[in-house]
């Protein structure tokens, strides 16, 4: 089965509005004042935090009215909000717009997700054509914010412009999203319900989401403690965000294959390299330089990750749950980029790179610790039930 013209709107949507929220990512800081530079994790953290809260609701919401209502409705949110954003520089405001942003992307991407669950079938190619779109807007997003940097020499005012621009993009996928389709099925159960055989990989999701969470702390480190210049480091995160778009599409295809247990395995083995390369070189046992030719195909291989996963959920969830599984599992992707910010912020600041990473390789053990025993007694459970 290839790609539908659903799934063409899905990914059209995911990508446009990815742009936006990266043009934002960039330009929301330079609204807060000089003085008032510790506050900015206040404000960046309302986005995560009202998107983790409101995520369940919208996923018992997108199996009982069409995606068409839900995307739309958050699609006009953001950018009303986006606008507003350029008409103060007071952070409580700031804040609550920001966490109003929150709850818009729960609106959009929840929905989006359980379109992806109805395929059925190939679960693997929709997850990774729509998670590479994910990536793929970021980075065009972050670009864009980038070069509105660089043209206006008042950073303020470049980021209020990077703001209408991000407005404007979120307003282009407002037809796309009022075509979209796709409501419960009237002959699934009325009361949605989580199998615990779909939450199985909870833990591990959680703990990927903490590790990108700190990975988006290192840059900082890395020009400081490592004397790198910040666009070499920013060359280096580009990069990577490519690779993972581009393997994300390719593994999702193989999960479709192989199956999602066996692709799971290689973006794990992916995960580890790129922990280990990346302490031998904040350690200084070899230069970055060095660190980037077995970096790129590890990249490569962790990208496998995140279509097995969806995919793994997808094919366990029961029929008529689809938004509430999707909804649930959007929650540790808001809370786990949260906490993973907090800690490598902490750590970064306080104990040093090595240490950093030393977190993260924790963080990767213990919810593998946690899935393995949640799929032992899953496991378990699943032989006491069968007939003797």
């Known amino acids: 089965m290839s790609l539908s013209m659903s799934d063409g709107k899905v990914f059209m949507i995911n990508t446009v509005s990815r742009i936006?929220?990266?043009i934002m990512v960039i330009a929301i800081p330079y609204y807060i004042p000089s003085h008032l530079a510790a506050l900015v994790g206040v404000v960046l953290s309302a986005y995560p935090i009202a998107e983790a809260l409101v995520s369940i609701p919208v996923g018992l919401m997108a199996n009982r009215f069409k995606a068409n209502y839900l995307v739309s409705i958050g699609v006009l949110v953001m950018s009303v909000s986006a606008v507003l954003f350029t008409v103060s520089n007071n952070w409580v405001t700031l804040t609550i717009l920001h966490g109003v942003m929150g709850v818009a992307a729960a609106l959009m991407t929840v929905p989006l997700l359980t379109l992806v669950?109805?395929?059925?079938?190939?679960l693997g190619l929709g997850y990774g054509g729509f998670f590479s779109t994910y990536f793929a807007g970021y980075i065009i997003g972050i670009g864009v914010s980038g070069l509105m940097q660089r043209l206006i020499s008042n950073s303020v005012e470049a980021a209020r412009v990077s703001m209408i621009i991000a407005?404007?993009?979120?307003?282009i996928t407002l037809p796309i999203a009022l075509m979209l389709k796709g409501e419960r099925n009237a002959k699934a159960?009325?009361?949605p319900r989580l199998r615990r055989s779909a939450l199985t990989l909870f833990p591990l999701w959680l703990g990927i989401m903490i590790m990108l969470g700190i990975a988006f702390t290192l840059p900082t480190g890395l020009t400081t403690h490592l004397n790198i210049s910040g666009a070499y480091v920013a060359l280096i995160y580009v990069s990577a965000a490519l690779?993972?778009?581009?393997?994300m599409m390719m593994f999702g295809a193989l999960?479709?294959?192989?199956?999602?247990?066996r692709t799971i395995i290689i973006g794990l083995i992916g995960l580890v390299l790129i922990i280990g390369i990346a302490y031998l070189a904040v350690s200084g046992e070899i230069s970055i330089s060095s660190a980037i030719i077995p970096l790129a195909p590890s990249v490569l291989l962790a990208s496998a990750l995140v279509p097995s996963i969806y995919a793994y959920i997808g094919y366990r969830i029961e029929e008529g749950s689809e938004g509430l599984i999707m909804g649930v599992y959007n929650v540790p992707t808001a809370v786990g980029i949260a906490i993973g910010n907090l800690l490598g912020g902490f750590s970064v600041s306080h104990l040093g790179l090595g240490l950093t990473v030393t977190s993260a390789a924790l963080v990767l053990a213990l919810s593998m610790l946690l899935t393995a025993l949640l799929w032992v007694i899953q496991d378990a459970r699943s032989h006491i039930n069968q007939p003797t």
């Open 20 to 22: 936006g929220y990266g």
């Open 117 to 122: 669950a109805y395929r059925r079938i190939k």
């Open 167 to 171: 407005a404007v993009t979120f307003l």
């Open 189 to 191: 159960p009325s009361r």
């Open 243 to 247: 690779v993972l778009a581009l393997g």
């Open 255 to 261: 999960v479709d294959r192989i199956g999602a247990v």
